[in-house]
């Protein structure tokens, strides 16, 4: 059972810049992808950026351009650098692992482990 750990969430200005982290307790090859989403109070689960096992990305068209999406085998840590913020970005950021790859970020519903989330919230 792999569990994810986010870190590194918090209380920002309009304009400013977080890295939000997500540390796996292991390292399986059955993991084909990571893919960070959000939650905002009475809304959906919304998928915001995934990285295949390759290397390949994907980002939600609300955050192209602000967030960068990497991860650090090494230290099977999983990272999420937002810049630019924004009030709508606030929300809960969960980390999620696949057992398929991705192209585009996917489906939150098809995630086969989840982390606890790390609350962003951005202020104008």
């Known amino acids: 059972q792999v569990q994810l750990v986010e870190s590194g969430g918090g209380s920002v200005q309009a304009g400013g810049s977080l890295r939000l982290s997500c540390a796996a307790s292991?390292?399986?090859?059955?993991?084909?992808?990571m893919a960070w989403f959000r939650q905002a109070p009475g809304k959906e689960r919304e998928g915001v950026a995934g990285?295949?096992?390759?290397?390949?990305?994907s980002y939600a068209e609300s955050v192209k351009g602000r967030f960068t999406i990497s991860q650090d085998n090494a230290k099977n840590t999983l990272y999420l650098q937002m810049n630019s913020l924004k009030p709508e970005d606030t929300a809960m950021y969960y980390c999620?692992?696949?057992?398929?790859?991705?192209?585009?970020?996917?489906?939150?519903?098809?995630?086969?482990?989840w982390g606890q989330g790390t609350q962003v919230t951005v202020s104008s």
């Open positions: 999620a692992a696949f057992l398929f790859g991705c192209t585009v970020v996917p489906g939150y519903n098809r995630a086969r482990y």
């Open positions: 292991e390292y399986t090859y059955s993991i084909r992808c």
């Open positions: 990285i295949d096992s390759d290397g390949t990305t």
